[in-house]
């Protein structure tokens, strides 16, 4: 035989309920919290990632540009219009992570995001971004970042170096 559950039984019972709801709301909003953030530090590292891999191709069309300039290998990728990627592949070895290589009538919302190709048709290197957030570009459809190979001065002389730059203005936030 089981015994009467008392009032002061019900109520403690009561009480119990009501705290591992508040328990679980506390729960649900720092996990909120941390997926925020975590999304910020994802965003906030692709934007690092691709800012360190332009300033490598700019580093890579310096040196091509100015100290390999006799080399015939070098100077055939060394010119305005061409494939940054190539010139960085030439002068290092190594490519851009996500590189799909030169292609020709390309939609990029058909690229998956966070890859690197070269348009031949726009002369131009594009990125297709993973995160869009925090990032402004004059271009419509998917977020994505097209850099061009050009010479770097005014002048028309042909021993100016030729810079990696953006086709488009963009601007891309920190994230808090």
Known sequence: ???????????????????????????????????????????????LNVQATIDNMRAAALLASVLHKDNEA????????????KLLKAETGL???????????VDPAEIAAGKWYFDRE????????????GFRSSLSGPARIRLCLNKGGTTTANDVPLVVEPCEKYEWAQLD
């Open 1 to 47: 035989m089981s015994k009467p559950k008392s009032p002061l039984h019900h109520k403690r019972w009561t009480l119990r309920l009501f705290e591992w709801g508040v328990l679980t709301c506390i729960i649900l909003i720092l996990v909120g919290v941390f997926l925020h953030k975590a999304r910020s530090l994802q965003a906030e590292a692709e934007r």
């Open 74 to 85: 070098v100077r055939f990728h060394v010119r305005p219009g061409g494939n940054p990627a």
């Open 95 to 105: 490519e851009p992570d996500g590189y799909l290589g030169e292609m020709d009538d």
């Open 122 to 133: 726009q002369r131009a290197l594009i990125y297709r971004l993973r995160s869009a957030e």
